[in-house]
């Protein structure tokens, strides 16, 4: 690809020669981070309903064959494959003496409780019930009853681009804190050039195009100290527990981030437990991008890499703001 000049910034092709900033003359970005507006922000995305529906997991996580369990919302939840693929789910306790439901081997689309063979499946038994569950393509879902009003299938999703013809890959961490945590943090798009260098840079927030419902930021994710993919993005929450960032304009047009917070439980000490899901989800209409898709697996180990170093200072950010909310009470 050609070196070309654009408005003073040298490209090829979406990679921009756009060198990174060093701190002595980074911008602060505390004043434009306000808290009252992030606050509000959080407060739209809470009032959001979920429809009781919760990533359990990454999709490749719930292999056919054999049973898995999560603790979701502080329930045993086992998921499974039925013969034609179906993802089912249900209570993780077996209802004759309580097994846990993990690792019991399907047969047709019915799991078989490891200690004594009860066959369960889709249908149901006497004192177990299934729940909904649903298979994105990439993350695996359950449906809680609880106090939100039941909804026909998760909202993030519907804002993907097609899959076939996207890159996608998953990573997962468990934090200290409550979802709020994790969505207040990708609430607050200002501290990416200082908390991330490493990933972002010349990060700007359009006031003008954005609302309380929806932040479009001008950024460039970082390819080192001198290259850079300037893109336009806009975060959005469809539930009160996933933010998505979707590339409205730049390389990747289309583009989404799904960041996904499912509460655990507690841990021993009772502080609140969440699992992070996160899915990157790269499509773009280059003809080479067809290319790219068949070294994927290469791909999503670097698209997993990024994630995981950006999720480990994200998760730190979370959980500070859950001990501070904890030690202020
Ligand atoms: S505990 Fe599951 S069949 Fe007995
Ligand atoms: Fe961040």
Redesign the pocket.
Known sequence: MPLLQDRGRWRSGPVARIPRVPEDRLAATWRQADPDRIEAALRASQARNPGGWYVAAPSTQVASGRSVTRIVAGREVVLWRGADGALYAGPGA?P????LLDGCPVIGHSLR?R????ALGPRGAEGWQPYRAADDGVLAWVQLPGDEAATAQPAAPQLRPPLARSVAAVVSMTGRCEPVDVIANRLDPWHGSWFHPYAFSHLRVDDAESTVDRLVVDVTFRLGRTWGVPVRAEFVCPDARSVVMRIVDGEGSGSVVETHATPVGTDERGRALTEVVEATIAFSDRPGFARAQRVAPLLRVGMRRTATRLWRDDLAYAERRYALRATAS
């Open positions: 077996c004759h003496l309580g097994a409780c200690w004594h063979g009860l």
